[in-house]
């Protein structure tokens, strides 16, 4: 055991420990990177291989394995097995036994899922790809499918390495993991650019190197993503023996983890719609789709993440001591920050996504065309970050009351309302412009998520202070609406239309500080308290990196 | 809810343990898995006893807990417990509609695992009805009423002490009213320290509280307390409400004091009161008969429905549900309106639904009178670059030419200067399954100005002066239909841009091929 880790023991379970608020912040830099190399691998795939049926291919996929794995093991390790591993460290083994047993069931586990798993490709593939309107490619899908499938198995190893080692308080190893991974990857993506010649897609050829040559180098990414871990495990003084039964403090958990599994289940089902909905429509929709919600989330992912990371231990340790008004503040306080970083972003994105997909992914085999049909997809769908951001602190807030069901139940009538509407946009939209309705879709139903969130909420807490919530996200998009009128006047009147990717630079380079200062401007101008602890955290962000 | 949840020994040895009931929350398990919480039903503070409806995994049926929390290293407490459910066990032995079944009493070791936080569980059987306190939360019961509903409670009490065992009936939130409208104790389980005196002022307190909707004992969570006469006793309830009688209130009262004079020490006294009450009923009614109409109605609607009326929670729920579907409506409609907007906007897209011009074919009446008729689509079996001097024009992106997606297309390198400077010309060559007699051939591109020719090849790469030309036109934004003078059929047909559209650069969308009607 290092010097961490005996530290930590002696703290009382369940408090935050001095190790852990240090290793946060160099955690946050290493999330970021990793989270900017992921968005280069899916840049340089457009730039090199295009928007396309491959593309849409490999990305659905690529999403199968992590799809099964959330299915067969991912929800219930953050919520339980977690929890129990960091309890298990006050063992008189120091855990030992339990991370063994763990170990050893759960590889055991997900290695017959994942054989399983990989038999059933060709089915994964009738699930996901409607190929009756002959816009997709089944075979090509399933091809992929049989190479990365294999990925639960690492998928699986990784997250739970990475939670033994965060239960021992070791938290940089597995912070870096995913940017090796998606090095890994921008290396495949290289070799299959020098790789002369063609995937053939009539007919797929399973032996086809430069199938192979992708499929096997992503699969390679997460083999190697989970590996760099086994190192940082042996050096924490962990042994690994088969130890074979379930502990019996798992049982405690069974309904919370039923309800968690349903939610990820719940999900998934609306992915599936949208995925059939997507290959259905027109080539390229998937690829589309994929970037836009990758776009959508980049920001999200540096601002909500950094907020969350913030106030997330406050809130679960006021949900813990039933401290409902400290709870309610906490909540109340994430919504109004989130509401004043983020529906400016929204207003940016809104009016600025062409320009800025042409100019990220108009390079090369990308083309001009279909980047445009994703910054229309971004533009359209922009307005949702808020509310993907509430929904996503409100689950926190859920699951900090060890309220699993609820999240759950809005779950199910997010995707009851999301399915009709996305067979809605395959009935009432052009083909090729699916992918932007799917987007806008997926946005409302964060709309929708957000409201019931925040009144289920209410009904368990009380007075939520939604009305100070509500006002300041109006005054957002209020100062958001300044900003992109003054960025879209601007556009019409002395800027270039978008039609290459210096054009795109151009209008991007103007129209986004436009429209980001207008906006910000007009809050500070209209006072928005909420403003100042937003724009010192910002600062203190910069000052930090 | 409650906020007492820092009384717990935080000392040493209770570090790796929970450090309160915190994992008390619907849903969770306890007794070692075998019973899920469902929901609170309340907390007897004095011993830290929480009330829990829950279901019994095993035999799948609803228990009511009485979870009483603590560290089992707390020797105090550990005891206090184990006395609580030593007494428990002994009442178990009372069958009476006034009581919960007690089915089983689990203590550490012996169901309880030692890391739950638990000191000991008594399992009853679930009583099904309204809670006590939500009963009288809206107004208090008639006299009548109240006695009839707590003749059971105290006959049970009666048949304890008969046997000398202690009951504990003192606090509100452990009796609840079943559908037939008696009181049960429905979470059974007496203090350590309760005493037969106990349960008679735990009825009289209980009475006291269905006249008066006020708890006359020690504070008791959500309930308003009694207000006090300056003697420090409480008020009788005929001080509170007039049209209670004398002989009720006083024996509210007289159950409650310590005292032997006057004071009643035994709960068959209370229950003959309580008799004696229920015979007034018929008096009682017919003397102020409308009054105790409506409010007969009233409590009938509270106590034989487990409704809570006075919820603020499943009014709030209400409300909530109407604005979910609120939401979803709007958001329907909006989804609608965001979906016209997006065709609205791509109506501007190049290459989609633009006019359709007709070329017709460039060989004279004397060569061909009639220009073959055109009949079904053909699908190219492939399409590639046809290029005779310099690097071909994006090979690779041919097949965009014809796979049927107008968002896709091939396009021409760009030129510095206009054909045939560098080349004579560059082209899609597409080749088909068979030879066919093609009459038209239909090409989207938003590159006007292009000028292009249909030709017939006898080989994939032939020579350009192998190639025949039939069909010759002016390419027009959006789609140009082209009409060809030789119904001949080839396997391989060229479509040969000879001169290039504004910039240099031509680009296609799709190009589509008709066969010659036969």
Partial sequence: ?545 | MTTRRTEYPVGEGAAGNQAGPGFLVPGSAVGDGRYRLLAEFGLDERVNAHLWRAQDNQLRRDVGLTLLVGDPANATAAGAARKMLERTMHAARITHPGTSRVLDVLGPGNGIAPNEGLLGIVVADWSQGTDLVDVIAEHPLPPSTAARLLEPLAAAVELAHHSGMVLGIDHPQRIRVTPDGLLRLSFPGPLPEATLQDDVRGLGAILYLLLTGKWPLRSAPGLPHAPLAPDGQVVPPRALFPYIPYELSSAAVRSLTDDATGGIRTSSGLLRVLERAKLNEDATQSISAIQDDTEDEDDDGALWTTKRPHNDRSKRRKLAIGVTALAVATVGVLAWLGMQLISFFGDDSPGAGGPTVVATAPGNAENNPKPPTPGQPIQAAGVQVYNVKGTPDSPRRANRAVDGDPATSWKTDKYQQPFPALKPGVGLMASFAEPVPFAEVVIDSPSSGTVVEIRTAPSEKPGLDETKVIGRATLQPGQTRLQLDSAEPTQHLLIWITTLADGNVSEITEVGFLRAAQ
Wanted: net charge positive; hydrophobic share 55%; glycine share 10%.
């Fill in chain 1, 1 to 545: 055991m290092d010097g961490t880790a005996t530290v930590a023991k002696d703290e009382p379970a369940g408090g935050s420990t001095p190790s852990l608020a240090k290793a946060s912040g160099s955690m946050a830099i290493a999330t970021l990177v990793s989270r900017i190399t992921g968005f280069g691998w899916k840049l340089v795939m457009t730039w090199l291989i295009g928007i396309n049926v491959t593309t849409d291919s490999f990305t659905i996929a690529n999403t199968l394995p992590n799809i099964i794995f959330e299915l067969l093991l991912g929800g219930v390790l953050a919520s339980i097995v977690v929890p129990l591993l960091v309890r298990s460290q006050d063992d008189p083994d120091g855990g030992n036994e339990y991370t063994s047993r763990l170990l050893t069931v759960g590889m055991t586990g997900l290695a017959i899922g994942t054989v399983i798993a990989v038999a059933a490709a060709p089915l994964f593939t009738t699930i996901y790809v409607d190929g009756t309107t002959g816009k997709a490619n089944p075979d090509l899908v399933t091809a992929f499918a049989y190479l990365l499938l294999p990925e639960i198995l690492f998928y699986g190893l990784f997250a739970l390495l990475s939670a033994i080692l965060q239960a021992k308080h070791v938290f940089g190893p597995t912070a870096w993991a995913p940017v090796v991974n998606n090095v890994v990857i921008l290396a495949t993506l290289v070799a299959f650019w020098l790789m002369p010649g063609e995937i053939s897609l009539d007919p797929v050829r399973m032996g086809d190197p430069k199938l192979l040559v992708l499929g096997l180098g992503t699969t390679l990414g997460i083999v190697v993503q989970a590996a760099v871990l086994v190192p940082a495990l042996r050096r924490s003084g962990f042994r690994f023996r088969w130890t074979w039964g379930i502990d019996a403090r798992l049982r405690e958990f069974g309904g919370l983890a039923l309800w968690i599994l349903g939610y990820v289940g719940i999900s998934q089902i609306g992915m599936v719609i949208t995925q059939r909905v997507l290959t259905a429509a027109a080539v390229g929709g998937v690829s589309i789709y994929s970037n836009a919600w990758l776009l959508f989330q980049l920001p999200y992912g540096v601002i909500g993440v950094s907020l969350l990371t913030a106030i997330l231990p406050r809130m679960s340790k006021a949900a813990a001591v039933g401290d409902t008004q400290r709870l309610v503040d906490d909540l109340s306080t994430g919504s109004r920050l989130s509401a004043v970083m983020l529906v400016p972003i929204s207003a940016v994105l809104t009016i600025t996504g062409a320009a800025l997909c042409v100019a990220l992914f108009g390079v090369g085999e990308g083309g001009i065309e279909q980047s445009q049909r994703l910054g229309h997809a971004l533009a359209f769908s922009a307005f949702g970050l808020l509310p993907y951001a509430l929904v996503m602190l409100q689950l926190r807030v859920f699951y900090a009351m060890k309220d699993a069901r609820t999240p759950t139940l809005i779950m199910v009538v997010m995707t009851a309302v999301k399915v009709p509407l996305l067979y809605m946009c395959g009935a009432l939209v052009r083909p090729d412009q699916v992918v932007i309705a799917v987007l806008l879709v997926n946005s409302l139903t964060f709309v929708v998520g957000a409201v019931l969130g925040q009144m289920w909420l209410w009904v368990r807490l009380g007075n939520l202070h939604s009305k100070k919530v509500v006002k300041v996200i109006a005054v957002c998009v209020l100062a958001s609406g300044v900003g992109a009128a003054a960025a879209w006047g601007l556009s019409t009147v002395a800027l270039p239309t978008v039609d290459s990717v210096t054009t795109a630079w151009v209008n991007l380079a103007v129209q986004g500080p436009v429209a980001c200062v207008v906006a910000f401007g007009v809050l500070v101008a209209l006072k928005v308290p909420e403003l100042k602890p937003a724009t010192s955290r910002i600062t203190r962000l910069v000052r930090r990196g």
